[in-house]
């Protein structure tokens, strides 16, 4: 499982990395459209907001997959080997809940908005909204996978204080 994650976060940044180089050469080529020819593209601006709220989301998986979300492990740290396992155990526990609250409200968007078009590409609004259930459908695997080492005892005590040290000291 754990590999089939990594592999699935290599193709996220893959897709990560292709949403920023078209942002990239919308946005450039909008400006200098609209400077230098007095045109410009018009989907530009309304692609380039969902390129960003995909790659942010995309990124977000990615994250999560690495712990490189933010977090103070002063306490966690301190703790021993089970007060450890009872904290991560909680802390994940309340992040399967927020996923799953993201989860249900991005399912329920996309379908609401599934008929309605934006105003520039014409294309569907539930595009917009079906990242939020790719992330939350992702979360919840990632999440699980971990919660589930740490129930059955197979992480170590550095993986149960799930935030990374900072390269900067």
Known sequence: MAR???????????VIAACLAVMVVLVFGNVVL???????????????????????FLGA????????????????RM???????????????????????????SWRQTLINIDDRAPATGLSMAI???VGV???????????????RVLAGQASEADMVAVKESEEH
């Open 61 to 76: 998986i990615v994250a999560l997959r690495e712990h490189a979300h933010l977090g103070v492990d002063t306490l966690i």
């Open 79 to 105: 703790l021993p080997a089970l007060g450890k396992r009872i904290c991560f155990v909680i802390n994940y526990g309340l992040m399967l809940f927020a996923d799953w609250l993201l989860l249900s409200g």
């Open 134 to 148: 790719i992330f939350g459908v992702s979360a919840g695997v990632i999440l699980l996978y971990d919660l589930l």
């Open 34 to 56: 609209r400077y230098g020819f007095n045109s410009g593209i018009t989907i530009s601006e309304e692609l380039s907001r969902w390129l960003l709220v995909w790659l942010t």
């Open 4 to 14: 089939f994650l990594d592999l699935y976060c290599s193709f996220l940044k893959a």
């Open 128 to 130: 917009f909204y079906a």
